[in-house]
């Protein structure tokens, strides 16, 4: 099954948020639904690299000229090589696309995270938002796998030194409640798969798995 199937993505605007693979999701995404002949935006409420070999651009005249493009990248340069928010309404954006795929979150390239009071960045015009959840994460100390780890432990009814777990990571996911759909990206062996499984089935939303570098994704029985 196509992934952008399993993870129900729509026409329009959808956030992606959380932690361990959400760039690497939205390309995978863009390049699938692109591929089925749609126009796909892949672009942030934040900030991300561009994505290499992909056409970028930096401000509406640029966007103009490449309209007849498949997929393209957006976003206003920072320094360092990141982009920030293209300046152009995101209303204007999902007009002129198929799909706009959001990166809505940082997570510092750590695969756990619990997000701040002004975390995540979803626009409102939004109707969908997938979190990922790196799956590496769990066994390694909170302190070394999360961002924001003093507050994923305070979700979580843990210390910081204590390993991360499918089950306390579960429990920050509900706390939290900030997606409609999740994704366990890593899930790259059978022990993982089972992490992926024991943290999912806590869970009251639909939820997927797998590994995105690897081209393999698994649904996770949920309607």
Known sequence: MPLAKMLNIRPGVTAVIGSGGKTTLLWTLGTELAEAGSRVLLCTTTKIYPF???PCVHDRAELDALV??????AGTPLEHGKLTALEVPMADLAARFDYV???ADGSARLP???HASHEPVIPPESNQTICVVGISGFGR???EASHRPERFAALAGTG???AATPE???????AEALADRYFFNQ???PERWEWALRCGERLPWPWAGGALQKDLYFDGNRP
């Open 68 to 73: 007849s493009s498949r997929l393209l990248c």
């Open 101 to 103: 795929l959001v990166e």
């Open 160 to 162: 910081t030194e204590d």
């Open 187 to 189: 899930a790259d062996t």
């Open 52 to 54: 290499f070999g992909l």
């Open 168 to 174: 306390n990571t579960a429990r920050v996911l509900l």
């Open 141 to 143: 100390p909170i302190r």
């Open 112 to 114: 756990l995270k619990a």
